[in-house]
Nanobody
Framework: QVQLAESGGGLVQAGGSLRLSCAASGRTFSSYAMGWFRQAPGKEREFVAAINWSGSSTYSADSVKGRFTISRDNAKKMVYLQMNSLKPEDTAVYYC?????????????????WGQGTQVTVSS
């Protein structure tokens, strides 16, 4: 089992940057692919980015491609989301999630473990 805790959210002006962190507990962290998702008020939770178990493969949503970067440090049991050139439409609660498959997925229902979320607000 994996427990996840996000941090690093906050209020930032458009064009600014934030780095989200996700701390994981559990001995088998390196066996999980990891993902970041977000949910804005009144909208469904959507995929942002994912990384495979080793960190050798990443993919992201078209809406954040070229601006957001996902990375992981298995020794520290951490996953990161570096967000640059933030836009007001990036405002949402951001969630970290773990998937038992090694490659990860864009689909919400394929992730078994979730953090509590961290709020990101981008002002115009």
């Amino acid at each position: 089992q994996v427990q996840l805790a996000e941090s690093g959210g906050g209020l930032v002006q458009a064009g600014g940057s934030l780095r989200l962190s996700c701390a994981a507990s559990g001995r088998t962290f390196s066996s999980y692919a990891m993902g970041w998702f977000r949910q804005a008020p009144g909208k469904e939770r959507e995929f942002v980015a994912a990384i495979n178990w080793s960190g050798s493969s990443t993919y992201s949503a078209d809406s954040v491609k070229g601006r957001f970067t996902i990375s992981r440090d298995n020794a520290k049991k951490m996953v990161y989301l570096q967000m640059n050139s933030l836009k007001p439409e990036d405002t949402a609660v951001y969630y970290c999630a773990a998937d038992r498959t090694l490659s990860g997925s864009r689909l919400v229902y394929e992730y078994q473990y979730w953090g509590q979320g961290t709020q990101v607000t981008v002002s115009s």
